[in-house]
């Protein structure tokens, strides 16, 4: 299996990812935030790249079918629903409904990865559910992290190294100079994840925001078994048949 670890989404083009599993994981917070929503019963999540974009779909949709969910600058967008922690999509609020996602750096990354061949959203919270679909699936890998604003981010890089860490279990992997740097990463941070987020340059900004309650559950290994899988533009919870 060759696996290809980018650390940023403009490291890659769109072509590349064709006939490629694709891994997506944004730590802080989207992938955590979108497992959290499917475990908590929502009907799908639908990423988009902007705020307008966002409004735009749901006028088409219809205002009481759908959430308006999203951040900027790591704050609710003005008018939205919900923002992007994990703790506001309760059962209560999610279920049955549709969430349009717009967040500054995971769903531009998710519409990016929509040209793979099977495109799963990753974090530590899902992570052995990605992980044995990964593994079982057996074909050529492309790890996409989210980054900061198009710009390098630990949190990511630390998470797409223990994918590809705990894959070589599996058989032999073919690494790009990125997973190869991702694994020391993973290696050097793996005995405390959580200080890896708080250390990190997104991490301390959203403990100075008051979402530090967040970093915790986003390193929580394995909290939310489930698998955001992306068809058709939208995320649902995957089924292993």
């Known amino acids: 299996?060759?696996?290809?670890?980018?650390?940023?989404?403009?490291?890659?083009?769109?072509?590349?990812?064709?006939?490629?599993?694709?891994?997506?994981?944004?730590?802080?917070?989207?992938?955590?935030?979108i497992a959290q929503a499917l475990y908590n019963g929502c009907?799908?999540?639908?990423?988009?790249?902007?705020?307008?974009?966002?409004?735009?779909?749901?006028?088409?949709?219809?205002?009481?079918f759908v959430l308006l969910c999203g951040e900027r600058e790591g704050k609710k967008i003005e008018g939205?629903?919900?923002?992007?922690?994990?703790?506001e999509y309760e059962n209560a609020v999610v279920?049955?409904?549709?969430?349009?996602?717009?967040?500054?750096?995971?769903?531009?990354?998710?519409?990016?990865?929509s040209a793979g061949e099977k495109v799963v959203i990753g974090s530590f919270v899902n992570f052995q559910s990605v992980l044995d679909l990964v593994a079982n699936l057996n074909k050529d890998l492309s790890v996409l992290c989210s980054g900061e604003n198009n710009h390098f981010s630990l949190e990511d890089a630390v998470c797409g190294g223990m994918f590809i860490d705990k894959l070589k279990d599996y058989g032999k992997v073919q690494l790009n100079d990125g997973a190869q740097v991702a694994c020391?990463?993973?290696?050097?941070?793996?005995?405390?994840?959580?200080?890896?987020?708080?250390?990190?340059?997104?991490?301390?900004?959203?403990?100075?925001?008051?979402?530090?309650n967040d970093l915790s559950f986003c390193c929580q290994l394995d909290a939310i078994p489930v698998l955001p899988i992306l068809e058709n533009g939208r995320i649902i919870q995957y089924t292993v048949l």
Do not use: C
Request: charged content about 25%; cysteine-free.
């Open 80 to 87: 939205f629903d919900l923002g992007n922690s994990p703790y």
């Open 184 to 212: 020391i990463l993973y290696q050097k941070n793996k005995e405390n994840l959580l200080k890896a987020l708080e250390t990190s340059e997104h991490g301390k900004y959203l403990i100075s925001l008051g979402f530090k």
């Open 43 to 64: 009907k799908d999540v639908i990423p988009v790249e902007s705020a307008d974009r966002a409004l735009d779909l749901m006028q088409k949709i219809g205002r009481g």
């Open 1 to 33: 299996m060759k696996v290809d670890l980018f650390f940023t989404p403009s490291e890659v083009e769109e072509s590349f990812l064709a006939n490629r599993v694709v891994i997506v994981i944004d730590v802080l917070r989207a992938s955590a935030t």
């Open 95 to 113: 279920k049955d409904k549709t969430l349009i996602f717009a967040t500054t750096n995971g769903s531009k990354a998710i519409v990016k990865a």
